[in-house]
């Protein structure tokens, strides 16, 4: 079993192309052909995680918050991230961090918030649009390694679509005295592929660097949506709850010992619509009111937010790692049902930075 197999499995759900523009989804450190016995599962990596996953035997770490976000300078280990690059690399141990291509999937982060809860998700309140582009590169039969290993670095999966054509291509003999133009045909292989619109301005630069032969590429922007991705969700409790009740099923399921909220006249009135963001989700209010949500559950929740729109919706507000917790529970299911009896842990090391007093 490779790395590479158990990261498919994990991309099968979330695939990179979802993530933001100013995310780092991916392998953080390491590789995918390296030999995996076994997988430690977290929502951030520390240098604590990191020998956690040494002591279990686990060859690879899948964790919801990138370890590598801002960039590195220096391995010195004078920092937690640093710390934890440098005990990765010293025990042969790769990472790989999912984030906001987990919190956009169908069945990503929101999607599991509002299920646990009892709350059936209608639609995404910040669809993905715009996203994604379609790169064709033809290469001769020697180059087509080449070319695929530069279009998964680019971001595009491993599974590529190949055809396989012929290319004429013109060249004179000058050994003729008639020094006549003569045609020659040669096997030409197409590689097809999706990749994340950002990566565009990166395509020529790394096909160039190429020694093999390029006959040519063509990219072609994918305009549409899929409504079931994006950021954030729309939810329906059937029937309605109070909110009493939803305050309480919610420091119940994610473990939450408070909730923030905007002032609550009635604990007993009704509440059926939710709009719902696992992690800093604040900048979706908006879009949940305008999806006719009466609450919205989300977590770094600013204080002049709860000014602007406490005569508007409900706000409820618990911790970040309590609100992204079930990325652990999300990863696990994706690896054992394609490896059902595969060595897959979480992390029992890991809780809350953040203390409640």
């Known amino acids: 079993m490779l790395n590479g197999h158990i990261i498919e499995a994990i991309e099968a759900l979330a695939h990179p192309s979802y993530q933001e523009s100013w995310d780092n989804t991916g392998i ?40 590598i976000f801002k960039g590195l300078k220096r391995l010195s280990g004078n920092t937690p991230v640093e710390e934890a690059v440098m005990a990765a690399i010293r025990y042969g141990i790769t990472v790989y961090s999912c984030h906001t291509a987990l919190d956009s999937a169908r069945g990503g982060v929101s999607y599991t918030m509002a299920e646990m809860l009892g709350a059936e998700v209608r639609h995404v309140l910040s669809p993905l649009a715009d996203r994604l582009i379609c790169l064709s590169v ?19 999966d491993e599974q590529l679509t190949r055809q396989e ?3 004429a291509s013109a060249y004179s003999l000058e050994s003729s005295s008639d020094n006549f133009v003569d045609i020659e045909e040669q096997k030409a292989v197409k590689l097809t592929a999706t990749l994340p619109a950002d990566c565009i301005g990166k395509i020529a630069t790394r096909l160039g660097e190429l020694t093999c032969r390029i006959f040519g590429y063509r990219v072609i922007p ?15 409790f059937e029937p309605a709850i109070s909110i009493s009740e939803l305050i309480s099923r919610i420091k119940t399921t994610f473990g939450s010992p408070v909730v923030r909220s905007t002032r609550i ?43 602007d729109w406490q005569n508007e919706i409900l706000l409820l507000d618990i911790g970040h790692f309590e609100s992204e917790s079930c990325t652990k529970q999300i990863f696990y299911n994706a690896i054992t049902e394609k490896f059902p009896n595969f060595a897959v842990y979480k992390s029992e090391l890991e809780s809350n930075p953040i203390k409640y007093q």
């Open 222 to 236: 994918l305009r549409q949506s899929d409504p079931s991705l994006g950021l954030g969700a729309y939810a329906v």
């Open 265 to 307: 006249d009635d604990p007993e009135r009704p509440i059926r619509r939710l709009g719902i963001c696992g992690g800093s989700g604040g900048e979706f209010i908006g879009a949940a009111l305008r999806s006719g949500a009466e609450a919205y559950l989300s977590s770094d929740i600013r204080y002049h937010d709860f000014v």
């Open 138 to 156: 033809t290469t001769d039969d020697k180059g087509e390694d080449s070319v695929r290993m530069a279009m998964i670095e680019l971001g595009a």
């Open 28 to 67: 953080q450190v390491g590789s995918r052909r390296a030999e995996c016995s076994g997988v430690l599962l977290c929502v951030d990596v520390t240098p604590a995680i990191v020998e956690e996953a040494r002591e279990r035997g686990c060859s690879l770490i899948i964790s919801h918050h990138p370890l």
């Open 165 to 167: 054509s012929c290319m």
